[in-house]
């Protein structure tokens, strides 16, 4: 679809939107066919966009704006949230009960090493990692999403050229450079020029980052398996009630403070090696013929995932899983949903 922002000139973006909802807002055929309801809800409130000039729906189309009027067609205004992306480096967030921000994505090649890991572990050595760095901020009254994107972009201009091509270790205050402290480093840099920030996501690779709020911490470690299923509880004439598969994305959240020693919440290698025993059940499996996975939605998945993990990782705080990019299930443990669109 073509949109006109307050740039003068015509142009146009491949958006992409992602809907949350509680379960019990997106009832589908039976149980199990709450994301794919979820999905047709989406499916009809982006259609009179598509291949259109969004210009004739709305005035002024910035992309929270956009966001907004997506959400209220959905019919979901008061309990769900929506997420816009109009380019791979920026978008806007309408969070469940209203609030919008704008965010832009920023990339930085950097080496790094932390200090204080235990001998023999591989970030001991000296590395490095294509960062990436995600920026959110409120979108203040009188402004538009685009208007924020680019004070967003202009905040952001110096720290690039710290981080940049040099080594972490060596700028004041990143002397253990671990997600977190990059995190709440680059926080404190931007909150002085951006008065509605948000929050600060890094990211180290595509499977592990760490969001701050300038408060707390969240920390995920994502992980595939490929799996067999089939949706017992579809009727009859439903090709979900036959054999088929996926390959499943789980990402597992945990919240909470720093190690005064480690500079982290939690060892994102030790999420993986924690998670590995359940994973190994899980992988390359039929899990309708496990006990307990009866029904094998990715609702049921992310239940099974929690009594498993719980007593592993106490502080698990989500648990994310997709059984195709941008439609699965996430369980939110805890009545905060902080986060729930960030990322």
């Avoid at 379960?23 to 966009?49: I, M, N, Q």
């Avoid at 709440?184 to 690779?205: N, S």
């Avoid at 390959?247 to 945990?254: A, G, K, N, S, V």
């Amino acid at each position: 679809m073509t949109a006109a922002s307050s740039a003068p000139a015509l142009h146009g973006h491949s958006f992409e939107a992602r809907l949350v909802a509680p379960a019990s807002a997106c009832a589908g055929a039976f149980d199990g066919d709450e994301t794919d309801a979820l999905d047709r809800a989406l499916k009809r409130s982006v259609a009179p966009l598509d291949y259109t000039f969004v210009n004739d729906h709305l005035e002024r189309p910035d992309d929270a704006r956009i966001a907004g009027w997506l959400l209220d067609r959905c019919g979901l205004a008061d309990r769900a949230g929506l997420a816009l992306q109009s380019a791979p480096d920026r978008g806007a967030v309408v969070r469940p009960g209203g609030e919008f921000l704008a965010w832009r994505r920023f990339r930085f090649e950097s080496a790094h090493r932390l200090p204080h890991v235990p001998d023999g572990h591989k970030c001991g050595r000296m590395h490095g990692h294509g960062f990436e760095a995600v920026v959110y901020a409120g979108i203040e009254s009188g402004l538009d999403a685009r208007e924020t994107q680019l004070r967003i972009a202009e905040s952001w201009g110096a720290l690039h050229d710290q981080l940049h091509l040099a080594c972490l270790n060596d700028l004041p205050g990143l002397d253990n450079p671990t997600s977190e402290v990059l995190a709440q480093w680059i926080w404190q840099r931007l909150a002085d020029t951006l008065a509605e920030l948000a929050g600060v996501t890094v990211m180290e690779t595509a499977s592990a980052g760490c969001h701050y709020d300038g408060q707390a911490w969240r920390i995920w470690k994502a992980m595939s398996f490929d799996s067999a299923v089939r949706l017992a509880r579809a009727p009859e004439g439903d090709r979900r009630r036959l054999l088929h598969g996926h390959t499943f994305t789980t990402r597992l959240h945990l919240a909470g403070g720093l190690d005064e020693v480690m500079g982290w919440v939690h060892d994102y290698g030790d999420v993986k090696r924690q998670f590995d025993p359940l994973f190994r059940e899980l992988d390359h499996q039929p899990l309708h013929e496990k006990t307990g996975l009866e029904d094998n939605d990715p609702a049921a998945i992310a239940r099974h995932i929690e009594a498993g993990m719980a007593a592993e990782l106490p502080g698990m705080s989500r648990i994310d899983v997709l059984e195709r990019p941008g439609h699965g299930a996430l369980l939110l443990r805890g009545k905060s949903a902080r986060g729930l669109l960030v990322p």
